[in-house]
């Protein structure tokens, strides 16, 4: 999948810049503040939105099949998993070979055979997001878009989910929007940062830390924000409460190691006032 030059805009609002990047095969993360423009990228990625300028598609010049799940994801609410698949096969999102046969095998992908006769009234928030997945995965697409699929969920439905994303990225194109570094550790080989609708990273996820290399600074009290710091995090050392910050100037000071969230806040931050809004 080949984005050259692909810009968007909603009136007088420029939502996308310019962005260039290609997608490979595996999980790539799809990072960036919330209004930063991950959702108009993938949408327009997609086919839902047509860009203002510039191109989507493969090296080949062949129309890609997506699966999309999108922010806001509802079903029929009195349909079970089951019948909710077999609704949506029938709409057209099955490609091949039997659909029982296929619902099947996006149901086991999804972790969601415990469900299959289950309302999805009665699904709980992960379970749902689940679901969204394996109606993405219908028809085997070659190309998967999540749109922030952990948004709202606790921990133990995170981890749920990100087990079944680590199932379908090694034989799946897989993007994945969030705002959130956490939910791509692990799962993740590839990031690419957006700010006010620019790229402005694309390369491996632990590459991002070192933006912050000199820059990290861990304190007792919360001083350092008056001098310019971004609170990143705090952790607790014998019972004291250890504030963590990454600071906007580069000093030998500052030898805390940094982290990806160090290196995250640090890229964003240091665009900031590069860009105009």
């Known amino acids: 999948m080949i984005i050259t030059n692909l810009s968007k805009k909603f009136g007088k609002k420029q939502a996308l810049r310019s962005v260039n990047l290609e997608l490979f095969q595996g999980c790539t993360a799809l990072l960036g503040p919330n209004g930063a423009g991950k959702t108009t990228l993938i949408k327009c990625i997609a086919g839902l939105i047509s860009p203002s300028d510039g ?3 493969s090296d ?3 129309k890609i099949t997506v699966g999309y799940l999108p922010q806001q994801f509802s079903l029929l609410p009195n349909l079970t998993v089951y019948e909710s698949l077999v609704y949506l096969g029938n709409l057209g999102k099955a490609s091949r070979g039997d659909l029982e046969d296929e619902i099947m095998s996006v149901i086991e992908l999804a972790n969601l055979s415990d469900y299959a006769s289950t309302k999805v009234k009665t699904l709980s928030g ?3 997001r689940r679901l969204g997945i394996a109606q993405a995965l219908l028809g085997f697409p070659e190309l998967i878009l999540l749109d922030e699929p952990t948004a709202g969920l606790d921990i133990e439905e995170r981890n749920k989910l990100k087990s079944v994303l680590a199932r379908i990225k090694s034989s799946n194109l897989v993007l994945i929007s969030t705002h959130s570094i ?3 550790i692990g799962l993740c080989d590839r990031a690419l940062v957006i700010h006010k609708g620019r790229l402005i990273y694309n390369g491996k996820i632990e590459d991002i830390a070192d933006f912050a290399r000199g820059r990290v600074v861990e304190s007792e009290d919360e001083r ?3 001098f310019g710091g971004v609170a990143s995090g705090t952790s607790t050392i014998e ?3 250890i504030y963590r910050y990454v600071m906007p100037e580069v000093s030998n000071k500052y030898s805390v190691e940094p982290n990806t969230e160090d290196g995250y806040l640090a890229l964003l931050h240091a665009c900031q006032n590069k860009y105009l809004a």
């Open 60 to 62: 080949r010049n062949e």
């Open 239 to 241: 019972g004291e409460t």
């Open 126 to 128: 992960g379970t749902t």
């Open 182 to 184: 956490e939910d791509i």
């Open 224 to 226: 350092p924000k008056f």
């Open 55 to 57: 191109f989507v598609g």
